[in-house]
């Protein structure tokens, strides 16, 4: 099993916006749909106006794989660069 925690932080004031896109766009719905996802979802901080982070949890590092290789995926990479000043990503593999 793989977790994820995908930190964004974004350019001021549009961490709402960046994730808004996500969702309507049906990225989020769309990998949650495939298989081996047993969650993909948005938090915002409490403390940090433009800080999101996206907890994701893989049952498989070929799930997550796969999951890298989709339209889906790669077109939160582009809104990323709309809205995203930098990411950062934990990753644990638990057994």
């Not at 001021?12 to 949650?32: C, H, M, Q, T, Y």
């Not at 081996?36 to 901080?45: I, K, L, P, Q, V």
């Amino acid at each position: 099993m793989i977790i994820l925690h995908v930190t964004f932080r974004t350019h001021p004031g549009k961490a709402e916006e960046f994730v808004r896109s996500v969702l309507s766009e049906g990225i989020a719905k769309d990998s949650e749909a495939e298989e081996g996802n047993e969650y993909y979802d948005f938090y915002y901080s409490a403390e940090k106006e433009n800080e999101v982070m996206l907890l994701e949890k893989w049952e498989s590092q070929d799930a997550l794989d796969l999951h890298c290789k989709q339209a889906h995926y790669k077109r939160i990479g582009e809104l990323k660069d709309r809205y995203v000043v930098e990411t950062s990503i934990e990753k644990y593999e638990l057994k």
